[in-house]
């Protein structure tokens, strides 16, 4: 095992700068951790920490600089890979009256993303195949997530809301990162336990400042290792592919659709909800148009518009599709589940609104509620 001091990701920091790659990572900004561009050391949100429940989130201070002692905030890596709003084409006329095409925006940069936890790798993981393992590859997309250099940081303090054990997605990382890091603060100790999961890891790895694990420092690892998994604030009830398959008339859709406010916030902050509409914007001349396309959700109206109308005009109905695609029909479409068990759509939902509590109650009460024309 080896182990460096937390000043070492100023080092990191610099090194991944020099090696020309645009640096992301946690840092405080009004009231949260956000992801954002990193100049160094003091750009971690160094003794913060955070406290999740449904429809809550605050930030406080720990008693300790714990460079990663918070959990995840409002934003994902999403915003990096695939960003709320971006250009994929322009169409411009040619004086001679032809149309010719250019990108809709600039190559992006290569970037490193310090601080991914290992529910967010899991994400990644998810929209790669979404994105990049489909009949058709998402390009734009491709060249975002292409060379993106992933230093994951393992959780050794789940948050409320967290049920990444249930997903089988956390709370260490063991594949799919360039370097892992374990934070481990106690009495008398401070240090990053670092491992490479890729060649570009080791390389870095051995430009690092580091060394081997004392007998102590191995141990304090070991245990959070194995004591974080049973801190999950939440816990999935079991797989619920079959269970919300089968309880398409069930009345807790409504029930739960009375509180919800079809805002959107859950899909929005969702690590691995990919919805997007597009939009045609011709400029007053006719001489240019763009193609713009921005995220959207399956809880707007609109979404499912078709000849007619929506054809979910309910909040019951956006809702129910909402968990039966990221719980049950997605493993039919791509083969796991939507859902990495971050937390982020309770902890953001205005009204509190639990992914794990409606599936359990689904769950509690389903038998015999089966089949039927839906909401
Ligand atoms: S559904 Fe909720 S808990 Fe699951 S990945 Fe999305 S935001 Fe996280
Ligand atoms: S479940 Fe919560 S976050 Fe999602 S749309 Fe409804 S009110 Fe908004």
């Not at 992801?35 to 971690?44: E, K, M, S, T, V």
């Not at 997903?167 to 892992?180: E, I, K, Q, Y």
């Not at 493993?331 to 409606?358: A, Y």
Request: with cysteine.
């Amino acid at each position: 095992m080896r182990v460096m001091a937390p000043e070492e990701m100023e080092s990191l920091i610099r090194l991944l700068s020099d090696d020309g790659y645009e640096v992301v990572g946690p840092t405080r900004r009004e009231g949260a951790i956000v992801y954002d561009r990193l100049q160094g050391l003091n750009d971690l949100p160094a003794g913060w920490g955070d406290e999740h429940g449904p429809g809550h989130y605050r930030l406080h201070q720990r008693d300790d600089q714990a460079l990663f002692g918070y959990v995840v905030g409002p934003h994902s890596w999403k915003k990096y890979l695939f960003p709320p709003r971006e250009t994929l084409v322009r169409v411009l006329r040619r004086e001679d009256g032809g149309f010719e095409t250019q990108p809709g925006e600039p190559a992006p940069p290569r970037r490193a993303f310090i601080g991914v936890r290992p529910c967010e790798l899991a994400a990644i993981g998810i929209q790669d195949r979404v994105f990049l393992e489909q009949s058709v590859r998402d390009r734009a997309y491709g060249a975002r997530r292409e060379g993106v250099f992933l230093v994951a940081v393992n959780c050794a303090e789940p948050g409320g809301t967290c049920f990444c054990t249930s997903m089988g997605t956390g709370p260490r990382a063991h594949a799919g990162f360039d370097l892992g890091l374990t934070e481990v603060i106690g009495v008398g100790m401070h240090f990053l336990v670092i491992e490479a999961g890729s060649e570009a890891g080791e390389a870095m790895l051995v430009r690092l400042d580091h060394r081997d694990a004392s007998e102590a420092e191995r141990a304090a690892a070991e245990r959070i290792w194995q004591e974080a998994p049973k801190h999950m604030g939440r816990t999935m009830p079991g797989d619920a592919r079959e269970v919300l398959a089968g309880a398409l008339e069930h009345p807790r859709w409504a029930q739960t659709a009375e509180r919800c406010l079809s805002c959107a916030n859950c899909t929005l902050v969702c690590p691995t909800c990919f919805c997007a509409q597009m939009e045609e914007l011709p400029d007053l001349e006719g001489n240019a148009s763009e193609r713009v396309r921005l995220w959207d959700s399956c809880f707007n109206g609109e979404h499912s518009y078709m000849i007619g109308g929506p054809h979910r005009s309910t909040v019951a109905a956006r809702y129910r599709q909402w968990l039966t695609h990221k719980l049950s029909t997605w493993h039919t479409q791509f083969g796991s589940s939507g859902c990495v068990g971050c937390g982020r759509c309770i902890t953001w939902c205005p009204v509190g609104i639990d992914i794990t509590e409606e599936v359990a109650a689904i769950r509690a009460t389903a038998q015999g509620k089966a089949g039927g024309q839906g909401t």
